[in-house]
């Protein structure tokens, strides 16, 4: 079998899957399946530049992607009413006061020469430098968060147009909200320029312990700070860029029409709804993976994979491999974070206690290794392939141990320990897929070239 038509059925088996979900549970399950693969693949591709193409071995893929969200929350949200003149512009005149700090610092380090002289006026521009900011940031915060506690206590977003609308009209469609996703990315890029100057240097095992502590500090900071995004307390309501249920089932023509197909008008609005989203997420897939080819396969792929493959090698040729490297872990780290961001937007909603390793690094990292390093039709593959088991296993599970247990006595001890079990199968599931995969596919299902 050639690998054009190798490819080609792999990702029609894959589909027929989602399509076999639709026609035996609801097309409501079978669409929210294929959004959220066509998210992972996204988020797949970001983790397949890293270390596909430059062997980076990044495991804080949680955090870029809750950053993503958090952009979200700060750009298509409301503004909070009188947050900012409460506190914001203080909590702004603060960050900007420490961040002068740290940039002070390095500059007196730099300039003077080493010796008891520039110890001491490092620690005093820290001391003068920390004291002020706390005195300016913490009772900024107190005041943003008293604003209306219950409901808000945060500064909100920059969406000044969802400002006008009043709580009896029906929701409609904000497109504002897709700028969010390019500022995710953003978001997640700039934190990333700042880890990569520090940590990039470090061992690969090492920069994987970095970079995992550092998302758990975002992901603290993020349920901590509640004038940021209301801590553990959640954003929601977030604005849709497209149609709301609500709207589309008080609209006669959309009611009229779904009659005309049979459909009950509550799941026909849901599963429109569904498809805007498939649409809006497929043309992004399709440019970042279009983007992620040409630079495949264009002489900075090349170099980037050199220096992947034998860094002293590339260095010795005159490449700077720390740039290269900050580069791509920007650059990779920015796709993540525009998938968190879309994956907040098809939520609607913040929830930074739902950020775990165990979804938003380990799963990643099983699409990329099962669908082909290196590879980024094999990393869109393993996205959509890993998603649909993660999903689907539980239930398969569960109806596969009351099989395995029909014959057994209702008040059986093993009966219901096996019917227990059943919620461990998708752990247990990705355990088997990985070894089986490194097993007889060692370089993935689509392998690299």
Known sequence: MSEPVKNTVLFVLVFAMIALTGFMQSWNVALLILNMGLISAIMALGVNLQWGFAGLFNVGVMGFVALGGLAVVLTSAAPVEGAWSAGGWRIVIALLAGAGTIIGTVMVRQRMAAGRARNIATVAILAIGFFIYRGIFDPAVEAVEAINPALQGNLGGLNFWALGRTADELPRPDYFVLVAWPMGGLLAAGVAWLIGKTALGLRSDYLAIATLGIAEIIIAVMKNEDWLARGVKNVSG????????????????????????????????????????????????????????????????????????????AEAMGKDVTNRHLQIFV?????????????????GQLTPGTYQPLRYTFLIWVMVIVGGSGNNLGAVLGGFLIWFLWVQVEPMGLWLMQLITSGMAEGSGLKKHLIDSAAHMRLLTMGVILLLVLRFSPRGLIPEK
Do not use: H
């Not at 650059?331 to 939520?347: E, F, H, P, Q």
């Open 238 to 313: 977030i604005p849709r860029p497209g149609p709301y249920e609500i709207t589309l089932q008080a609209t006669t023509s959309f009611v009229s029409r779904a009659e005309g197909l049979g459909l009950d008008p509550t799941t026909a609005s849901s599963i429109f709804v569904k498809l805007n989203y498939s649409v809006l997420f497929a043309v992004v897939l399709v440019l970042i993976f279009v983007m992620a080819q040409l630079a495949l396969k264009s002489p900075w792929g090349r170099m980037m994979r050199a220096i992947r493959d034998n860094e002293v090698a």
């Open 331 to 347: 650059l990779g780290s920015a796709v993540c974070g525009i998938g968190g961001a879309m994956m907040t937007t098809l939520d």
